[in-house]
């Protein structure tokens, strides 16, 4: 590490800034923003201060004379911007006088350098790549404004208000410490993160044990989170940030591995997944581990594949939650034919030719018995069946029994958004082959006019694809 990141206060002094431009007035902005006082020597003696407000005006400095020979006593730093060799000059200058010098994009001249921001009020996350690579550095600005909470910033402002309170009441530094993992951790930091502050505050001012608070254990969780079909990116937001907070995972066999990768490191990993041919561990003994881990305590997720309210058995779950009086959320995830829909380019719906969509299961022949198949056959619905794999030929016969044309198109899409997903598409008749070609599960099945839309469908039928695109715009 050749740059060490510190936090400059602001409030301690002025901010030179030398240089002209656009690249003088983002620097502008970067510092006003931040609350800083700036003397500026603008190279071109142009000062526009166009854009900003009279608050921000009022701490800018046009300030007169020659840079070089002004003094600099009280000056936290020096930026140059667009100052040519006048920055040069100064850089050696402020170098010499010991106070830190930034010549944007030359680091031979600077004693400091920018990092990229992440802001959210008093939390700040600063990315710093030695200069080299400001693009990488904003990748990875990216990628923690996505995990930090929105208002993180608020949970910090609360504790800022509240520690010397808490101080006065905990002397000893370690019970703090505690105290302020407690809170961070456990129902009042999820209030202030939730926009609820004035219940933290309400939650704050009722602790009337402090010291029994700090050795309480935290209230436990459970999260039931959609882990998508299968791509790791195609995690929602929320569940990245539960599964980077959890303490256990209970995850179902069609969870990827590379999902499990994103989650917290320290967290235990269960696997109770069941699947079709291995019975797994049961429901009531998921519902029981479930219970068990929040009444332990943790932050217990419950990871499925999909969505945990599409055939995901999240609703007996909810259930059995809310009996046991556990708190828990749901987090939605990209549902297996969703994620079909979006990789292969099927429009589940489409104008005048699909206005209806059913999502149905079918798991064994028995169960293709229970559809009301007569339901099906209007020509404007899609329908997307779940498990349908060993049905497929009970779900042909049905479906034609019950009147749907013999070519309607049809998908079979298996492990979608995976890297080694397949689409097979061809017409109602020919399902069962079309199924036996995919090598292996889980797959969806996509039935309706809308799969001749479909990338494999133009690939495999480009005249016929052409028909189809041009009876749509009719
Ligand atoms: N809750 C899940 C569905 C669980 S049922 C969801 O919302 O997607 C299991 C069935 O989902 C499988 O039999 C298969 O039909 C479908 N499925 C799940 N992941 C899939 C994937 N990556 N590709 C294709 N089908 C998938």
């Known amino acids: 590490m050749r740059f060490l990141p510190v936090f400059l206060d602001l409030q301690t002094g002025p901010i030179v800034l030398v240089g002209q431009g656009e690249l003088a007035q983002a620097k502008l902005r970067l510092l006003l923003s931040a609350g800083a006082r700036v003397r500026w020597f603008a190279t071109d003696n142009k000062y526009d201060l166009s854009g900003f407000d009279a608050d921000a005006i009022s701490r800018v400095e046009k300030a007169s004379g020659d840079p070089l020979a002004v003094h600099l006593s009280n000056v936290i730093a020096v930026l140059c911007a667009g100052a040519g060799d006048a920055g040069h000059a100064m850089a050696a200058r402020a170098k010499a006088a010991g106070i830190p010098v930034n010549v944007m994009d030359e680091v031979s001249h600077s004693t400091f350098i920018f990092p990229a921001i992440v802001d959210r009020g008093d939390v700040i996350v600063a990315v710093g790549t030695g200069g080299n690579a400001p693009v990488l550095a904003r990748r990875v600005r990216e990628s923690i404004e996505k995990v ?38 456990g129902e009042i930091g999820a209030a202030v993160l939730a926009g609820r502050k004035n219940d933290a505050d309400r939650a704050l001012e009722n602790i009337s044990d402090h010291d029994a608070f700090a050795s309480s254990k935290g209230e436990g969780f459970v999260a039931l989170v959609g882990a998508g079909p299968g791509d790791p990116d195609l995690l929602t937001v ?4 539960v599964l980077q907070d959890a303490d256990v995972i209970f995850y179902d066999d069609l969870v990827s591995p590379e999902i499990l990768d994103r989650a917290r490191r320290d967290a235990a990993r269960v696997s109770v997944g069941r699947r079709i041919g291995k019975p797994g561990i049961g429901q009531d003994n998921i519902n029981k581990l479930l219970i068990e881990a929040a009444r332990e305590g943790k932050r217990a997720v419950r990871l499925k594949g999909g ?27 990209i549902t297996a034919g969703i994620g079909a829909a979006a990789e292969f380019e099927v429009p589940l719906t489409f104008r005048k030719q699909a206005l209806r969509i059913t999502f149905l299961t079918a798991h064994k022949a028995e169960d293709a018995g229970q559809v009301d198949w007569t339901t099906l056959t209007d020509t404007k619905m899609t329908v997307v069946v779940y498990m349908g794999i060993s049905a497929a030929s009970a779900i042909r016969e049905s479906l034609l029994k019950a009147g749907r044309a013999s070519q309607t198109p049809v998908g079979v899409f298996a492990r979608v958004t995976r890297p080694d997903s397949k689409a097979v598409v061809g017409m109602l008749d020919d399902l069962p082959s079309l199924v036996s070609a995919i090598e292996s599960g889980p797959a969806i099945l996509v039935i309706g006019d809308v799969v001749a839309h479909s990338l494999p469908w133009k690939n495999a039928n480009p005249q016929e694809f052409l028909n189809q695109l041009m009876m749509a715009a009719e």
Do not use: C, N, Q
Request: charged share 30%; glycine share 10%; aromatic share 8%.
């Open 307 to 333: 969505d945990p309210f599409v055939f995901g058995r999240g609703g007996e779950e909810v259930a059995a939650l809310r009996e046991a009086g556990i708190p828990y959320a749901i987090i939605p995830g």
């Open 238 to 241: 929320k569940a990245l940030r």
């Open 148 to 185: 930090l909470p929105a208002r993180i910033g608020d949970l910090s402002a609360l504790i800022g208000a509240w520690r010397e309170r808490v101080k006065a009441k905990l002397p000893e530094m370690s019970s703090r410490r505690t105290f302020w993992e407690r809170v961070v951790d």
